[in-house]
């Protein structure tokens, strides 16, 4: 758990033992940011196939809704099928769909803080970082405002597979996610009598245009958008807001240019510590031949602190002209909620700082226990 709670250290010591390990079970794992960037755009390294599944003990995978939507979905696809879903669905994320969710997202933001603002303290996971990917993606795809709050506590356990699988995580995922799964359905169904501007009408279309997006794929993408989409941002606000409290001197440059404050404190902590890939054509890294079905692992959070790409890398600096990080992944399997995550992050932070002047944490912070999601389970912080 230790190396959970503060895992720079751990990166660091594997970092100088050379550019490409190999762990007890044969499993290749690289930490620098060369090597990171180099796996994360490699074509010929992708999702495991479902056919290697029975092998690690998941032969009944496509029986477990909340495998089965992550499995089938563009986190757990190869082209040419993910190249044919991301172009359909990546309209909703252009930077101006985005962008016209800003003024609703302002006012989620704002009505938050004000909750915030008069209970006094709060736990700012549950009342602001989890609460508000939720209501964006949400608004997106065209959820009723009524009927939100209910997908907060089905997302996170559904999600809870992307940090591991086992009986007593699905015993609570399963279900989950077949709830979320069954309301989208509703909702498209209802989408295909009254459409809308939203991205769910969107994809409704999409739909009935022939063999562009079978109804299946459809409430996988929409599905998907729910357990996973939220994460990164979730992870971003609370990491994002732990460091600028750790920091106070760094609030003028937040103020002055959130953007680039928001991309020096995903490379600071980064949501996402890892990404899993197989090798499914011949290919190399650092020199060292990779052989279809071989796993890699790149620790993109390691990569983000490598002082071989980053000058001072264990100093957060908001004025850090040079801090293009790995925290969204690369390539192909580029993380599509990107534009939105960093949004929400660039409203959210100046406005809380602005609006809290005595924003502060308190005692009984909780990390994740988990090696690939870097956030918090609780971030208690005082108001006043």
Known sequence: ?????????????????????????????????????????????????????????????????????????LLGINPPDHTRLRRLVSSGFTGRRVQELRPATTRMIDN??????????????????????????????????????????????????????????????????????????????????????????????????????????LLTMAGLLFAAGFETTTNLLSNGLAALLDHPGQRDALLADPAAAVEELLRFDSPVQNIDRTVLEPSTVAGVSLEPGQRIVAYTGAANRDPRRFTDPDRLDLRRADNASLSFGGGMHYCLGAPMARLEAQIAFPRLFERLPGLRRTEGAARRNSLTIRGFDALPVSTR
């Open 1 to 73: 758990m230790v190396g959970r709670e503060d895992p720079y250290g751990h990166y660091a010591r594997l970092r100088e033992l050379g550019p490409v390990l190999r762990d007890a079970d044969g499993t290749l794992i690289v930490t620098r940011f060369a090597e990171c960037q180099s796996v994360s755009r490699d074509h010929k390294l992708g999702k495991m196939p479902v056919e290697l599944l029975p092998h690690l003990g998941l032969a009944d995978w496509a029986e477990h809704p909340a495998l089965y939507g992550y499995f089938t979905s």
């Open 112 to 217: 938050m803080i004000e909750t915030m603002a008069a209970a006094g303290a709060a736990d700012f996971v549950s009342a602001f970082a989890f609460p508000l990917p939720c209501n964006v993606i949400s608004e997106l795809l065209g959820v009723p405002e009524a009927d939100r709050a209910q997908f907060q506590h089905l997302v996170q356990d559904w999600s809870a597979v992307l940090d591991e699988i086992t009986p007593e995580v699905l015993l609570k995922a399963d279900p989950a996610a077949q709830a979320v799964r069954d309301y989208l359905g509703e909702l498209a169904a209802e989408r295909r009598r009254h459409p809308r501007g939203d991205l769910m009408s969107a994809m409704v279309e999409h739909e009935e245009a022939g063999d562009r997006l079978t109804s299946d794929e």
